[in-house]
């Protein structure tokens, strides 16, 4: 069973919408959680990192929130751009492991 | 460039065939690790290099698949005996602290 599950799988917008994208996880302890934005066909990019003790960062239109008590996370793109398509993926770092646990993706379609 | 380089972007083979990748970490970083992604699904987890020493393998990498870390900088993905199967997209990564993707090899087995 994934220890991280992404919802929804995919999603379309119109261009200068605003979206928001959830992450459930299951792994603990752990010891930060990352998003990632992969386009097609190249590797992720981190978006931002936030530690168990964080509740939101920011990385310019994108902004994660993160809920420990819950286990959950989520992603907000605001005034959402075509170069915005891409997948996002949630990954969470367990403690005092190196492996990562990968959520299977969110997959974003901006449209004119 | 301080980014994780892997080479090549793309590789399309015959069943059959054997084939290598190479990633090359940022300098500094000692650990690398190889993942395996197919279409709609987050990157699985190969295998993981301290320095040049293989510390673990996933049972997805059978034996027909074979990781080196020479001198623990550059590391190689070797796969024999190609199958259907083993297109994906190979991405390796390294971390000292944060965890740094390089851009894949797409491998398109015919």
């Known amino acids: 069973k994934n220890q991280v599950e992404q919802s929804p799988q995919s999603l379309i917008i119109l261009e200068g919408k605003n979206c928001t994208l959830q992450c459930n996880y299951t792994v603990s302890p752990f010891s930060n959680l990352r998003w990632y934005k992969q386009d097609t066909g190249r590797g992720p990019v981190s978006l931002t990192i936030?530690?168990?003790?964080?509740n939101t960062k920011s990385n310019g239109r994108y902004t994660a929130t993160l809920d420990a008590d819950t286990k959950q996370s989520s992603l907000h793109i605001t005034a959402s751009q075509l170069s915005d398509s891409a997948s996002y993926i949630c990954v969470v770092s367990p403690f005092n492991d190196y492996k990562l646990s990968f959520g299977a993706g969110t997959t974003v379609t901006v449209r004119a | 460039d301080t980014g994780v380089s892997q080479d090549p972007r793309h590789k399309i083979t015959k069943r059959g065939q054997n084939v290598t990748f190479r990633c090359d970490p940022i300098s500094e970083h000692n650990r690398l690790y190889w993942y395996r992604q197919t279409l709609g699904q987050g990157p699985e987890f190969l295998t993981y290099f301290q320095n040049e020493a293989q510390l673990e393998k996933s049972r997805l990498l059978s034996d027909r698949f074979s990781a080196e870390r020479p001198k623990g900088s550059f590391s190689t993905l070797e796969i024999q005996r190609t199958e259907q199967g083993d297109s994906a997209m190979y991405l390796c990564?390294?971390?000292?602290?944060?965890?740094?993707f390089g851009s894949g090899t797409r491998l398109t087995v015919v």
């Open positions: 990564a390294s971390s000292l602290l944060g965890y740094t």
């Open positions: 936030m530690t168990f003790s964080e």
